[in-house]
């Protein structure tokens, strides 16, 4: 979804249909190796190259209708593949023949924002990469029930709220929070890799790792707090991707914590944990 953006992206520059575009990505025949989409930083990275390059374009072809209209650079809008005479429809020139005599090419990487200090002393696999230069802020609640007999956990309800600035697709955006909590859900609950002396993998199969179902999923309340971050991704957003699991699990353990008055200290959280917590005893 965040990669497929990026036609719509340089369509609203060029005043072009989205259709009009395709990628051409990760081929070292056209260009160096890249690593393609990164998560998250996909819109903030990619976008803010795609639109500088897209700027790029949108100059060349506006200096070449300026001479072909006789017409001010100022003057001059790009509408559906065409470079027109602002207020005179009639007097335009379409891309395509703008384009007919070579090609146009643009490029363009968009400004790096500058990476907000941070203690990052007790982060670890971070190297390189301690803190981002668009950082997420993220905050959720769960709402949970507790079977103090058997120990089983089962999430009623998740509310999330999120800062990823503008919010450019809200339908695929919701859909990334919503699955980041289930996955989330399953880091809380069951999903937990069980290794024998000699570091073999003894759950590798789905039968023996429990992930979360739709049968199992709550109910998921999504919500924006958007605030455009300057610098940042296209039409100041930032990125979604990983983040929406961080905090489901946290969330979670603070509802068991309230319902038994003790703390499960170590994930997941099977109901085995949760009965011994119960009882006082440290799982």
Known sequence: GAVMAMPTFVAEELGMDPQNFTLLYQDTAAANWDMGSCGSQTTFNSGRAILAAAADVRDRLLDAAASELEADHGDLELVEGHVRVKGSPGRSVSIADLASAGT???????EVPDVPTGDTG?????????????????TQAAHVKVDRETGVVRVLKVAAAHDSGVILNRMGADGQVTGGVVMGVGLALSEGTQLDEEGRQLNPHLLDYKLITCSDAPEIEVDWVQIPTEGAGPRGSKGVGEPP???????IANAIAKVLGNRVHRLPMPPERVWATSRGVDA
């Open 122 to 138: 007790g982060c670890v696999g971070r190297i390189g990469n301690e803190t981002f230069a668009a950082p997420q802020l993220i």
């Open 104 to 110: 146009i090419h643009g490029k363009g990487s968009g």
């Open 245 to 251: 699991q961080v905090p489901t699990a946290g969330a």
